[in-house]
Every structure is written in structure tokens, then in C-alpha cells.
């Protein structure tokens, strides 16, 4: 599928390292994590490198963040650090993989929200902070407060329920 420009929506906002350490409180045990829209690659590369993920994923639709993740983060020297570029609608099957996907997509239509849960596992935990999704879906979802640095204190996120009918 080729995406216009009116298509792609793009957020820029980093979890900061108190978020980051948040997130491994509530998922000390994730086996295989993803970012989608992870930026420069900080908080793939910190759920790999230090927090026990065996593969921790990023996917990156903005091609020199994703060059600069990969080639500080990725590669040779983190094998289990893996980035993609590219609309996460591309890694379908990759996205079906994981125990854990967080993404921050406060600014995203909440059709985009629902097509990225639509490639979710049964068993997979989401973090995501669309209010948007949240308001038509309260009853399977978990309130979370993650740190972020834009502002610089918690942020409201949702976990979904991903064990039940969506």
C-alpha cells in the first residue's frame, strides 16, 4: 500500500528514562518488545540492552531517525536490537510476534489505532496513549502513568486488554 502524505501522522515525544524505568516495572518479564515510532532508538535500545528483552524491535517511518537508531542501537553490537523503517502497516507479521508493543500515538486517527491493534496477538500487551481509542473502549484497558519528556512529569497511557473480542 502506498501512503499519501495526508496518510502518514507523525508525533514526535520521548519516554523519558523514569518512563522507561516505569515500563520495566510493569513488564520486568517481556520477552520480545517493540517501539512503534521509536524515534532515535533510546528506549528499544534500553528494553534490550538493560532490561532483559531477548529481541527488542523499533519501527521508524522517519527515515534519518531510523538511520541514526540503527546505526548507534542496532547491528553488531546488539544483536537482539532490531529497527525497521518504515510504516508499521509493512511489519503486519512482525507486529503479530510480540509479547509487548508501546506506542506513543497521541496524535493518530483512531482508524490508524484500530488497524495497528487489528495486528496485535491475542496474548500481547499494548501501552498506547490515544485518548481517542480509550474513550470508545474504557472497559479493556488498564490506566497506566508513564514519564515523558514532554512534560517533563506522568503522562496518562492505556494498557489494552488484548485477551478479549475486539
Request: with cysteine.
Amino acid at each position: 500500500m502506498k501512503l499519501g502524505k495526508k496518510d502518514i501522522e507523525l508525533t514526535y515525544g520521548e519516554i523519558s528514562p523514569i518512563g522507561m524505568k516505569q515500563f520495566n516495572e510493569l513488564e520486568p518479564k517481556c520477552e520480545k518488545f517493540m517501539d512503534v515510532g521509536s524515534g532515535y532508538g533510546k528506549f528499544t535500545w534500553i528494553m534490550g540492552r538493560f532490561f532483559g528483552a531477548k529481541d527488542a524491535y523499533g519501527i521508524e517511518i522517519d527515515i534519518e531517525k531510523y538511520r541514526v537508531a540503527n546505526r548507534h542501537f542496532g547491528g553488531n553490537y546488539n544483536r537482539n536490537i532490531h529497527f525497521e523503517c518504515g510504516d508499521f502497516r509493512k511489519y503486519k507479521n512482525l507486529i503479530k510476534e510480540m509479547d509487548v508493543v508501546y506506542c506513543n500515538c497521541i496524535c493518530w486517527r483512531i482508524e490508524t489505532v484500530k488497524e495497528l491493534i487489528s495486528y496485535l496477538s491475542p496474548n500481547c500487551k499494548f501501552y498506547h496513549n490515544s485518548s481517542k481509542y480509550y474513550s470508545k473502549n474504557q472497559g479493556i484497558h488498564d490506566l497506566v502513568k508513564l514519564n515523558v519528556h514532554w512534560l517533563d512529569s506522568d503522562a496518562q497511557f492505556y494498557k489494552l486488554n488484548t485477551n478479549i473480542e475486539r
